[in-house]
T-cell receptor
Framework: NAGVTQTPKFQVLKTGQSMTLQCAQD?????MSWYRQDPGMGLRLIHY???????DQGEVPNGYNVSRSTTEDFPLRLLSAAPSQTSVYFC??????????????FGPGTRLLVL | SQQGEEDPQALSIQEGENATMNCSYKTSINNLQWYRQNSGRGLVHLIL?????REKHSGRLRVTLDTSKKSSSLLITASRAADTASYFC????????????FGEGTQLTVNP
């Protein structure tokens, strides 16, 4: 299994541009999520999904959209990039259960720089 | 706001010594997990402890959980230079399902 893959690895955008960060997993996990990691702030949840067709907002959803048309893919869209969105973005997946308790598998991350 | 807070923020030790990192959280949880992140990489799951467990072992890792104090500790015994990484605790609350809330992490440096 490839696990969780993310593309691109690194991206530079200008303010106002849009782009999509790709995330795919081949473990048949129901739960997928996007985090951003900023220095000194740990990981913050942006959006998550508990299955195809179901998405919900996390802690910092503003400026980002997601969709989940298949179990495997969970793209993150930046609608109009801002310098405050400069960060490292991680996608993660796991089995879903109401009481949690499953390890999350993380992708290698996408480093985004917004000028 | 972050659910978990790790302490210390940074820890530097010599190879062979034990490393202890602490995590405190605010609300009731179902489970607490510890993750490791090497520089420039994604997070890797280390160990999960459920709210009804007090201690768990995995190789050189020992995790304790005190739900009355809302705290957990991660002990790495006989540390190695390869253990150098950031370590994060993550909690899933009683109503959050699979959603995890991460702390800010402890940066561990093991000097050869």
């Amino acid at each position: 299994n490839a696990g969780v893959t993310q593309t691109p690895k690194f991206q530079v955008l200008k303010t106002g541009q849009s782009m999509t960060l790709q995330c795919a997993q081949d473990m048949n996990h129901e739960y997928m999520s996007w985090y951003r990691q900023d220095p000194g702030m740990g990981l913050r949840l942006i959006h998550y999904s508990v299955g195809a067709g179901i998405t919900d907002q996390g802690e910092v959803p503003n400026g980002y959209n997601v969709s989940r048309s298949t179990t495997e893919d969970f793209p993150l869209r930046l609608l109009s990039a801002a310098p405050s969105q400069t960060s490292v973005y991680f996608c993660a997946s796991s089995y879903a259960r109401l009481a949690g308790g499953w390890a999350q598998y993380f992708g290698p991350g996408t480093r985004l720089l917004v000028l | 706001s972050q659910q978990g807070e790790e302490d210390p923020q940074a820890l530097s030790i010599q190879e062979g010594e034990n490393a202890t990192m602490n995590c405190s959280y605010k609300t009731s949880i179902n489970n607490l997990q510890w993750y490791r992140q090497n520089s420039g990489r994604g997070l890797v799951h280390l160990i999960l402890i459920r709210s009804n467990e007090r201690e768990k072992h995995s190789g050189r890792l020992r995790v304790t959980l005190d739900t009355s104090k809302k705290s957990s500790s991660l002990l790495i015994t006989a540390s190695r230079a390869a253990d150098t990484a950031s370590y994060f605790c993550a909690t899933d609350g009683e109503t959050s399902g699979s959603r995890l809330t991460f702390g800010e992490g402890t940066q561990l440096t093991v000097n050869p």
